[in-house]
Structures are given as C-alpha cells and as structure tokens.
C-alpha cells in the first residue's frame, strides 16, 4: 500500500512540474508590433535579407526585440506601390511602444549595429536601403492569432 502512495505522490509532482514546464515553454507575445517595408536599392534586395538573417536580427534579439517574421513578397502591386523584386517587409513586437522606443535606442546604440548597418547605410557606395515605411500596430480582437499581454 505504502508503494501506491509514494507512486501517487511521485506522479503528482511530476505533473505539477510538467504543467509548470509548458506554462514556461508558453512564448511571451508582444503588446506592441511594428511592421516595416524596406525599398531595396535596386538589385541589392537580398543582400538586405542577407544582413538581417546574419546580423542585425541578432543584435535586436539581443536587445528584447522579437523578431516576428521576415517576408519577401512573391508579386508586384502598383496599387501599394510594391515591387515584387526590391521589398522587404519584416516585423517587430515589443511590450510597448515605450519599450519600443528604450529596447531600438540600445539596439540601436549597440556598436555592433553601428559596424553592421550605420557605416554600410552611410556610405552612398554601399548604401543598401533606399526608403522605408514604418507602420505601429495594436492586435485586434480575440479573432486574432496574437494578443496584447496582460
């Protein structure tokens, strides 16, 4: 009987622990979402990709920024003015825009940042971006795959 109740105690804990488990393995969705469309200068699209996929996407993570998705699109709408061939669309979720605009100072800041996309930005021979439009968002309603935390 003792062996019931030792087991019983033993596969109590170890569901305490593994709901504990996947209430941390839970991903902490941001409050706050910044969609960004970037114009490549022309044929320098994916070497813009090519430095967020192994740099600057690093260096925001780094800094408590998520990295929500990045996304080429697949064809050209005139309408939205996008060119199938030189847009990069990426967003990035934060808190809040307070925490927004604290956590893209430091990542901003940060010197890796500057060696990476300030001096290659600056110099018109290396310049890989040639506008960017910034749009702030809120999630919306509870139809929604993401949702502001609470």
């Known amino acids: 009987m003792l062996k019931w109740k030792i087991a019983t105690v033993v596969g109590i804990l170890f569901g305490i622990g593994g709901v504990g488990w996947g209430y941390a393995q839970q991903p902490n969705v941001a409050g706050f979402y910044e969609l960004r469309v970037y114009k490549a200068k022309p044929g320098k699209r ?59 100072k430091a990542a901003h800041d940060d010197p890796e940042f500057a060696e990476v996309v300030t001096r290659q930005e600056r110099d018109p021979a290396t310049k890989l971006i040639e506008k960017v439009h910034n749009i702030d968002m809120l999630p919306n309603g509870t139809y929604s795959a993401i949702s502001l935390v609470k």
């Open 46 to 104: 994916d070497a813009l990709t090519a430095r967020f996929a192994s740099r600057t996407a690093a260096i925001y993570a780094r800094h408590g920024i998520t990295n929500v998705g990045y996304l080429i699109p697949q064809e050209s709408d005139p309408e939205l003015v996008i060119a199938a061939d030189d847009i990069f669309i990426y967003m990035r979720g934060y808190p809040s825009r307070e925490e927004r605009d604290k956590r893209l």
